[in-house]
């Protein structure tokens, strides 16, 4: 009778082990891989900072080469460029999307390139550039496409406008300049020494792609330092609007720029395309003085997916960007 107990006992006991480790199996949670969404080679991207959670609002048309990503202070629709067809630069014109991916508008319809757009503060116009003479020029037209008028030449290539407030910021003959954005009052903020010279980078030395701050006041930009490679050597810097107190806030030298500023003006976002000869189109962010500088791109991004034009949602939260796969058609 004691040895059945016993045995009874033993019986029971493994029972209950084997319960039990099976409700604690049952009870576990299961962790969700993350992993990139992919359709086609170009997408635009939404990068939750905090969860590192990566959505997928839009898959570009198979060669459509898109490029400028900007959003509206609204924080619910995106202006870019991009190719409507294969048959040369021309056929590049400026698009406007929802941020949730829907009402895809073509804005422009011309034998032009037509690039790098830019959002007016209150989101009625948009500022671009265009090739419709010899060289790049900066336009302007309204928000649906109509009424495009010639803005600005300088004579030269204008390039990488940026519109704050009443001022717009561009590239000329390698430097930052501001003008006014009825077209007047243009003014040179930028001298680097060593602009325009060539070495064996896709550019010459000068400063580059300026963004101003929320308030105007500020101005970040990128410095073609090194010239003795093909991706060539940049320093991310700011200065402030009337060209005062210019700061160096990088001093790695890595192929680096098209910084975007927050909402808040308190961080910075910006693209790192190679470091030396190793290429890398990693995002990274820092605070508007340059400290906290580091690479947020996600660990589960794999190397042959590009990160583009970086941009902060309305309220911080997230970054949207261009996302490109290497080496697909």
Not at 124 to 135: E, H, M, Q, T, V
Not at 277 to 284: F, L, P
Not at 293 to 314: E, V
Request: charged share 20%; glycine share 10%.
């Amino acid at each position: 009778m004691e040895k059945r107990t016993v045995i009874a006992a033993v019986l029971f006991i493994l029972l209950l082990s084997v319960l039990l480790v099976g409700c604690q199996e049952s009870g576990k949670t299961t962790q969700r891989v993350k992993a990139v969404p992919h359709e086609a080679e170009w997408g635009i991207y939404k990068l939750d900072i905090a969860t590192q959670e990566t959505t997928l609002i839009y898959s570009f048309p198979a060669g459509s080469f898109p490029s400028g990503l900007r959003l509206n202070n609204s924080g619910d629709k995106f202006v870019f460029a991009q190719k409507a067809s294969s048959q040369g630069d021309e056929t590049t014109e400026i698009y406007a999307i929802g941020i949730d991916g829907r009402n895809l508008a073509k804005l422009t319809d011309n034998g032009y390139l037509d690039i790098y757009p830019a959002w007016s503060p209150d989101g009625k116009r948009i500022a671009f550039l265009s090739r419709r003479d010899k060289d790049l020029d900066i336009y302007v037209m309204a928000a649906d496409g109509k009424n495009t008028k010639k803005l600005y030449d300088s004579g030269d290539n204008d390039a990488d406008i940026d519109w704050v407030g009443n001022n717009i910021v561009f590239t000329a003959q390698f430097a930052i300049w501001m003008m006014h954005d009825d077209g007047t009052q243009s003014v040179q903020v930028t001298a680097y020494p060593e602009q325009g010279r060539w070495g064996k980078a896709n550019l010459p030395a000068g400063d580059y792609d300026p963004r101003l701050n929320p308030d105007g006041s500020k101005i970040a930009f990128e410095r073609l330092e090194n010239t003795d490679d093909l991706n060539g050597g940049y320093n991310i810097l700011i200065v402030n609007s009337d060209g005062t107190a210019e700061t160096r806030l990088t001093s790695s030298g890595y192929s680096q720029g098209l910084v975007n500023w927050s909402h808040s003006g308190e961080e910075l976002a910006y693209v790192v395309a190679a470091i030396n000869s190793q290429g890398k189109y990693d995002i990274y962010m820092m605070n508007s003085d340059g400290t906290n500088n580091r690479n947020i791109t996600p660990d589960y991004f794999p190397a042959g997916f590009l990160c583009h034009y970086p941009n902060f949602s309305i309220d911080d939260s997230a970054l949207y960007f261009i996302g490109q796969w290497w080496g697909e058609d």
